[in-house]
Every structure is written in structure tokens, then in C-alpha cells.
């Protein structure tokens, strides 16, 4: 086992480095972005993909009292990340196996916490030989989203990047969208 260093994700292509074990952007090859945080460790690093309505500062508070290497993702469409290039599943994996591979990371383990369930199989799907072992967290999102195919209209889409910020910092919307779900 090697220890994991954040001066070795700054030789990637990761992008603008902020601080140690802090929030990075990654440059798909199509020019989206993905936004990252991570946190230095032992061990190959633990890939975390997070649920709906949720982003990366959902692993924080557990990163910070392991001594494994982590790094987690904001899905496409959520946090600071980019939209998805289509509202798939299988579009979700195509961009963190983007992510993964433009960090350079040879062999790590995947977490996928409900809709990130779903996206850690697809990328388990596509890096094989890279995936070292998986756990699922309550996964959702096998088959259509319909959240997803609903802002992907035209117009929807422009009301939900407005909209979705405000949203996510107030308790109440939050609530209705879960008790909606």
C-alpha cells in the first residue's frame, strides 16, 4: 500500500489546487466540469459519489475521521458540478470515470450512496481493473430518473440552475422535494 499524497493529484490534471485536502475543479474532456474535495490517507483512495439532492460536503464530516484516502465528487448537475451531457445513469458514470481517469487514479474503491449507487456500478462497469471494491449505500436510481429527464427540458433547465442554489440553503424546499420524492 502506497500512501496517498495530495502533491501526487496536483501532478494530474486536476486543475486549480485551493489547499491541502480541499475542493479542486476536473476538466472532462468534453470541457464540463466536475468539482472534487479531497482528503489525504493511506491506501488507494475511496471514490464517493453521493444521493440526490446532495453533494460532496456530505462525506466531510466522515473524511475527516479516517485515515483513508478519499476523494469525493459532485455529481453532474449538482453542487459545483456541470450538468450531465443527458439525463442517464450511464452518463452520470461516464463523467466521474472522465474524472477518475483525468485524476490519474490506477486503482481505488467506489462508495455510492443512493442515485451515487447506481453511477458506482456504471463506473465499475466501464474500469473493471481499476475498481478494488464497492459498496453500495441504500442504491436508487436503477432505470429512468424522472427528475433528471424533467430538467433536461429547455427552459426547465435554465429555471432549475436559478433556481436549485437558493433551493438547497433553505430547509423548507428541502423538505418538500424529499417528502415529494
Not at 450511464?90 to 481517469?101: K, M, N, T
Not at 451515487?116 to 430518473?145: K, N, Q
Amino acid at each position: 500500500r502506497y500512501i496517498f499524497h495530495m502533491p501526487r493529484l496536483v501532478e494530474t490534471k486536476l486543475g486549480p489546487k485551493l489547499a491541502d485536502g480541499e475542493t479542486h475543479v476536473v476538466r472532462l474532456r468534453d470541457g464540463r466540469h466536475l468539482l472534487a474535495r479531497s482528503w489525504p490517507g493511506r491506501g488507494d483512495p475511496v471514490v464517493l459519489l453521493h444521493g440526490m439532492l446532495d453533494s460532496c460536503e456530505g462525506w466531510s464530516d466522515f473524511c475527516r475521521t479516517s485515515h483513508r484516502a478519499f476523494i469525493a465528487f459532485d455529481l453532474p448537475g449538482f453542487g459545483g458540478s456541470d450538468l450531465p451531457s443527458r439525463p442517464r445513469i450511464s452518463a452520470y458514470a461516464e463523467d466521474i470515470a472522465d474524472a477518475v481517469e483525468q485524476l490519474g487514479l490506477e486503482r481505488f474503491a467506489l462508495v455510492g450512496h443512493s442515485l451515487g449507487g447506481a453511477v458506482a456500478v456504471g463506473v465499475a462497469e466501464r474500469m473493471p481493473d481499476r475498481v478494488s471494491g464497492m459498496l453500495l449505500l441504500a442504491p436508487a436510481g436503477f432505470g429512468r430518473i424522472p427528475l433528471a429527464e424533467a430538467i433536461s427540458i429547455p427552459g426547465v433547465r435554465n429555471v432549475a440552475q436559478m433556481a436549485l442554489p437558493l433551493a438547497l440553503t433553505h430547509r423548507l424546499p428541502l423538505r418538500l422535494a424529499y417528502r415529494t420524492m
